[in-house]
């Protein structure tokens, strides 16, 4: 059984950092795509990033770059999300999600983790 598990969130002030995890267990991530969502009340769910697995290369949405990053630890099978210059805008509830790479479809979603950001 394929689990992702995230952690992290909380409440910052604008300007601030937080890292949000998401560990998965059940499924080798070698072949594999993780992504970062986010949906903010009343507004439909937003790619935020991205992570190919194998080779670590990274994409981002572009109300993001330069303020996140995604990178993994292959040892604990997580995936991170560093995220900086936090703004209120960014408040909204995150979830990561698993495709395999050849996949378009995200087959696995975590149950998500709250970042509020005051202004």
């Known amino acids: 059984q394929v689990q992702l598990v995230e952690s992290g969130g909380g409440l910052v002030q604008a300007g601030g950092s937080l890292r949000l995890s998401c560990a998965v267990s059940?499924?080798?991530?070698?072949?594999?795509?993780m992504a970062w969502f986010r949906q903010a009340p009343g507004k439909e769910r937003e790619f935020v990033g991205s992570?190919?697995?194998?080779?670590?290369?990274?994409i981002y949405a572009d109300s993001v770059k330069g303020r996140f990053t995604i990178f993994r630890d292959n040892a604990k099978n997580t995936v991170y999300l560093q995220m900086n210059r936090l703004k209120p805008e960014d408040t909204a509830s995150y979830c990561c999600?698993?495709?395999?790479?050849?996949?378009?479809?995200?087959?696995?979603w975590g149950q998500g983790t709250q970042v509020i950001v005051s202004s």
């Open positions: 992570i190919r697995w194998s080779l670590g290369s990274t």
């Open positions: 059940g499924r080798t991530l070698s072949d594999s795509v």
């Open positions: 999600a698993l495709r395999r790479r050849t996949s378009l479809e995200y087959e696995y």
